[in-house]
């Protein structure tokens, strides 16, 4: 059998132009490919830092509004402070006598009563009539105030919290 060479000589031009135009086509299309990859990297690497710079920007609002709250929480301590060693104050001025609560009375329902009108400098109705409280009375009446004190700063508290959290 006779081979014809210019046969396999066209075949073997084909095979190496296919061969080169298979690497010709390897070399262009990696070269995109890598092109493609440097720029999804790139993407990547803008979208970690914007993410890691959101979390620090949200951090540094945690961290700002922990202090605002600790300041709150501190400003709410003093004030409860202060209310419960004025009620102390107060307490202890009525159990030693140093003051008397007194209430004003009605004078037209206090007209068959012997009540003694208080008379002092340092009141602000003239010749009411005015009748004094026994001191437990005068106990009860401040441990009451005291509690509504201690609500009132509560509520101041959890009122000042809400707006902070609602900033």
């Not at 993407?43 to 979390?55: E, I, K, S, Y």
């Not at 009375?137 to 959290?165: F, K, N, P, S, W």
Request: aromatic share 4%.
């Amino acid at each position: 059998m006779v081979v014809p060479w210019n046969v396999v000589g066209a075949v073997v031009l084909v095979l190496i132009g296919a061969a080169g135009a298979w690497q010709f086509q390897d070399w262009r299309y990696g070269e995109q490919l890598a092109e493609q990859a440097k720029a999804n990297g790139e993407v990547l690497n803008q979208l970690a830092q914007a993410g890691a710079d959101a979390q620090k920007a949200e951090q540094d609002k945690r961290l700002a509004l922990e202090q605002k709250l600790a300041a709150s929480e501190q400003t709410h301590y003093r004030k409860l402070s202060d209310a419960q060693r004025d009620q102390d104050r107060l307490r202890d001025r009525l159990a030693t006598a140093d003051l008397r609560l007194s209430v004003l009375i009605d004078a037209d329902s206090a007209s068959g009563c012997d009540v003694p009108k208080a008379t002092g400098a340092g009141g602000v109705d003239h010749a009411a009539v005015r009748a004094r409280l026994d001191p437990a009375h005068a106990q009860r009446i401040i441990a009451i105030t005291d509690t509504g004190d201690r609500g009132l700063i509560a509520l101041q508290a959890c009122q000042a919290y809400v707006q902070e959290m609602s900033r």
